[in-house]
T-cell receptor, first 115, second 110 residues
């Protein structure tokens, strides 16, 4: 059982370049999330999705785009990379609400540097 | 390897009971430490964090945590829990990336 898989693990971009961070989960989870963690700070929600075809903005969506064409995949797109997007990105997923025990499963993270 | 251990997977308490959730990390250098909380149906939120200075850190909603370097621990405490504290709690530490514990599910019964 792979869980939540993120690729790549590391990436260096030049200012203005674009890239897509991939996230796949094999647990048939409805909810998926993208978080970023800035150095020394906590997690902030970028975008989330409650199911295929449905996405919504989180706390810090500017500069990013997402899509959810399938239940399994939730890619995060950076169109014009900026130094402010240097961060570690975490994808996460969980099942639909079924009481207080929905566990959040995290990917291992993508460390992105924009120079 | 860098890792975080949360000793309690499930905790059930009555309202007004005191809470302590254990967290130990495995890393020999300087770390930043966090507790995150996920309330039912909600996203992950930062509860509190420790970077340096006073090892007793106060967070939101009456939570606090104490960093004990000699024990590699960062236990979360609350003197009197409420039903609304029912949630899952994640300990994490950050060196170059955030390493999470597996979470502790807390159920507070009224």
């Amino acid at each position: 059982n792979a869980g939540v898989t993120q690729t790549p693990k590391f990436r260096i971009l030049k200012i203005g370049q674009s890239m897509t961070l991939q996230c796949t989960q094999d647990m048939n989870h409805n909810y998926m999330y993208w978080y970023r963690q800035d150095p020394g700070m906590g997690l902030k929600l970028i975008y989330y999705s409650v199911g295929a075809g449905i996405t919504d903005k989180g706390e810090v969506p500017n500069g990013y785009n997402v899509s959810r064409s399938t239940t399994e995949d939730f890619p995060l797109r950076l169109e014009l990379a900026a130094p402010s997007q240097t961060s570690v990105y975490f994808c996460a997923s969980r099942n639909r609400d079924r009481g207080p025990w929905e566990k959040l499963f995290f990917g291992s993270g993508t460390q992105l540097s924009v120079l | 390897a860098q890792s975080v251990s949360q000793h309690n997977h499930h905790v059930i308490l009555s309202e007004a009971a005191s809470l302590e959730l254990g967290c130990n990390y495995s890393y020999g250098g300087t770390v930043n430490l966090f507790w995150y909380v996920q309330y039912p149906g909600q996203h992950l939120q930062l509860l509190l964090k420790y970077f340096s200075g006073d090892p007793l850190v106060k967070g939101i909603k009456g939570f606090e945590a104490e960093f004990i370097k000699s024990k590699f621990s960062f236990n979360l405490r609350k003197p009197s829990v409420q039903w609304s504290d029912t949630a899952e709690y994640f300990c994490a530490f950050s060196v170059q990336k955030l390493v999470f514990g597996t979470g502790t599910r807390l159920l507070v019964s009224p």
